[in-house]
């Protein structure tokens, strides 16, 4: 392979007409400024980040949520690191942890249940945050506390599956987005066929793209090609990972976990079906259902639009906000602060 | 099992007898002054003088303890300001309840890291703090060095190398492993490491070339670039294909989302040279154990003032941002 | 939003196994693709092996990619 060759013809790819492709995934956001593949864009090709950060969409009261459970039940979270430092309505788990709310910081869900095995006289919370590549996994953490009787373990669920959310995307035809890179982890779970309706229902052309550095200049080429042919399709680049109908056994134990349920968006609303509820046989493991916190009005900063920017209606710069009130020391919306949030992004490797 | 209690900080028996048998016979009875200063000789030079604090979790780790750690960090302030490191302090705060086996190896550690690179530990300290109040053992070393061959420090411009004696990352990349429960079939160590013998070397050689020189500890590569970059009218590029990264530390990396280019190193000097001299200064450097991966692994650039960047295996440029907090493993 | 990297599978162990990426090994969890084998390389998200990579399908997209830059380079 050659990546060399293959970047050149990116940045020398022609385009007669200025182009605007949105990355779904908060993970390509990031690695398109990480690997420099951004910096060799082509003339004219304009990316609008998408949706695709699990930490950016999750709303204000679900960690003031957390926060109040954590208080008012002594119990310990437990987090992605991702999490840390995402402002809540008055605070965040960082902030908490300073004071002296008990937070872990967990790399595997599994970790969570080790906790609660470890800690018999403490309840665990997890905060159960990700979309359908993570889904499953913390599915399987479920049924292990089951399967083993674990009694001290519950999870907050804030899970969100994508599909929903680039629909009302399509639907609200706020942006003019003339095509898709799509998420290749999120692909694996569910499969690139999941995807095959915005060709065929919307008329756009989408790539479903891996994160290394060659992945993202291919899946760009394929996508421009498309859209240069006005070729509504959606192609797999991701084939060695990515299957038509995806991981059907991830798919049948996160369905028998959880159900479809409406979710709360930032700066969306609320998506109906596109989030993910304890099935009933799981409600003993339901933070929401066993627990009962006082929890304080949710607040939003005034002036935050990271709600627009998370619907692609505008890109970090065109934030007043953006790199003056709100940087990743004091952030004030989420997009600044999550490692793969679009704001973060732009400050930490834009030129400005 | 022997463990630290209130008594040893009590002021009595207790506490005579754990600084006699247990630290000072292992840190140097001879070298360490039993009154309350320690009188010193130095020749007739300008010293410096740094402080340092150490407050490493884990305390043992592949490569190092928290001990050598001291000492190695402080003779390290010590040598990148062209100091000869000559004496050393070293103040314990103890957390009651930590064996006695593993302060000694502690000790063991220093006294080594000292042995190795030619200081001595003069004097010292010991406190003890209610279990609870502390995190098993914290050090304050402070050193002294004679400054010898002062390095002449002419201003960077456009065309000088950006120089380094080894791999990157090391350190704080075995440290977050090992938090995080990775292991490796090869291993990776700390690269906990005195470098003041290298730095002499080459400061006796090149004492015109080198216009900058640090190591590289907390905040890593990165943030080194940052701080000659903050405000100037020049700008830091790394090559991503010339950066000496072990595959392990780019393993851990990328299964915990971070980046090696913040991770601390306690081996390593970035310098800033005079490009002509560049590769004779590898050379130098390789001749020395710490040296033996050097690299140019960059260069100052016009484009991009006050800012340090990366050029990318593909041809881009990716900013190298300052770093606001610590690294935490990350699954987006 | 998924961080997830390549590894290659060394043993297994019930629900469990060790993987291996540039020398660096991690105990993950294997419930998501129970029928991994030893030397199978997988794509590991959270501690969790999440799919098996298919070195046939990679190879025929390098070969396709061979020949798209060798096509594209010409006709530039």
């Not at chain 1, 059907?248 to 998506?271: H, M, N, Q």
């Not at chain 2, 001879?30 to 410096?48: E, F, G, N, R, Y």
């Not at chain 2, 407050?55 to 000492?71: D, K």
């Not at chain 2, 406190?127 to 960077?156: F, H, L, M």
Request: negative net charge; aromatic residues 6%.
């Amino acid at each position: 392979m050659d990546i060399k060759k293959e970047a050149v013809l990116l940045s020398q790819y022609t385009l007669q007409t200025p182009v605007a492709i949105m990355e779904v995934c908060g993970t390509h956001t990031t690695e398109f400024f990480r690997t420099g593949v951004k910096d060799i864009f082509p003339q004219g090709l304009r990316l609008i980040d998408g949706p695709g950060c699990p930490v950016c969409v999750t709303s204000n009261d679900y960690l003031d949520t957390a926060i109040a459970i954590g208080w008012q039940y002594h119990c310990i979270i437990a987090t992605f690191g991702d999490m840390m430092k995402v402002p809540s309505s008055y605070s965040s788990l960082s902030k908490e942890k300073s004071k002296g709310l008990s937070v872990e910081v967990v790399y595997s869900p599994m970790d969570a249940v080790q906790l609660a095995v470890d800690n018999p006289d403490k309840k665990i919370v997890f905060l159960s945050i990700g979309f359908e590549t993570t889904a499953p996994a913390e599915a399987v953490c479920v049924l292990e506390a089951k399967k083993r009787n674990i009694k001290n373990f519950f999870i907050l669920p804030g899970n969100k599956l994508t599909v929903p959310a680039v629909k009302v995307l399509l639907d609200s035809g706020e942006v003019n987005i003339d095509g898709f890179i799509l998420p290749g982890h999120v692909s694996a779970i569910i499969g690139k066929k999941a995807w095959d309706f915005i060709a065929t229902d919307y008329g756009k052309p989408a790539v479903v793209a891996g994160f290394e550095d060659h992945d993202l200049i291919r899946g760009t080429l394929l996508l421009l090609n498309l859209i240069t042919h006005a070729n509504p399709s959606v192609v797999n680049e991701y084939t060695r990972v990515v299957r038509d109908d995806g991981n059907p056994k991830a798919l049948e134990i996160l369905y028998s976990v959880f159900k479809k349920g409406d979710a709360s968006w930032r700066g969306i609303g609320t998506i109906p079906e596109s989030g993910l509820l304890l099935n009933d046989d799981y409600a003993s493991f339901d933070a929401l259902q066993q627990f009962t916190p006082d929890v304080p009005p949710p607040k939003e900063h005034p002036g935050c639009r990271c709600g627009e920017l998370l619907r692609g209606v505008i890109i970090p710069t065109d934030c007043p906000l953006f790199g003056k009130a709100c940087n990743p020391e004091h952030a004030i919306g989420p997009c600044m602060v999550s490692s793969e949030g679009p704001c973060s992004a732009y400050y930490k490797y834009g030129r400005k | 099992m022997d463990i630290i209690v209130p008594g040893h900080g009590s002021g009595g028996k207790m506490m005579n007898d754990l600084i006699n048998n247990t630290i000072k016979s292992i840190l140097g009875s001879d070298t360490i002054q039993i009154d309350d200063s320690a009188i010193l000789t130095v020749p007739v030079h300008s010293i410096a003088f740094t402080t340092d604090s150490y407050t490493i979790t884990p305390i043992e780790f592949s490569g190092g303890t928290i001990g050598s750690l001291a000492v190695n960090g402080t003779v390290n302030d010590l040598a990148v300001m062209g100091a000869v490191p000559r004496f050393i302090s070293c103040a314990l705060i103890l957390e009651e309840g930590l064996p006695i086996e593993t302060l000694k190896r502690i000790l063991i550690s220093m006294k080594e890291a000292a042995l190795k690179a030619g200081v001595a530990i003069v004097t010292g300290d010991t406190k003890i703090v209610p279990k609870g109040k502390g995190d098993c053992i914290y050090i304050n070393t402070a050193g002294i060095g004679t400054v010898e061959n002062s390095v002449q420090r002419r201003p960077i411009v456009s065309g000088d190398s950006i120089i380094i004696n080894g791999t990157i990352g090391d350190h704080g990349t075995a440290i977050m492993a090992l938090r995080n429960n990775l292991s490796f079939s090869k291993g990776l160590s700390s690269d906990c490491a005195a470098l003041n013998h290298l730095i002499q070397d080459i400061i006796k050689h090149f004492p015109d070339a080198i216009k900058f020189m640090r190591d590289a500890t907390r905040g890593g590569v990165a943030s080194i670039l940052n701080e000659i970059t903050k405000g100037a009218s020049f700008g830091a590029k790394l090559f991503e294909e010339a950066l000496p990264i072990r595959d392990e530390v780019k393993g851990v990396s990328e299964i915990l989302g971070i980046d090696p280019l913040y991770s601390a190193n306690e081996g390593k000097v970035v310098i800033v040279a005079d490009s002509t001299y560049a590769n004779d200064i590898v050379a130098i450097m390789k001749k020395h154990p710490e040296g033996a991966d050097a690299a140019v692994i960059g260069t100052i650039t016009h484009e991009f003032p006050g800012k340090a960047y990366m050029q990318t295996t593909i041809g881009g440029n990716r900013i190298l941002p300052v770093l606001i907090e610590e690294q935490l493993p990350r699954i987006c | 939003m998924c961080l997830a990297i390549p590894m290659t599978v060394k043993s297994i162990e019930g629900t469990k196994a060790v993987v291996e990426s540039m020398g660096v090994e991690k105990i993950v969890d294997i419930a998501l693709s129970p029928d991994i084998k030893i030397n199978d390389k997988v794509i590991v998200h959270a501690g969790f092996v999440i799919e098996v990579l298919d070195p046939e399908a990679a190879r025929e997209i390098e070969a396709t990619w061979e020949e798209y830059t060798t096509l594209m380079g010409k006709e530039q």
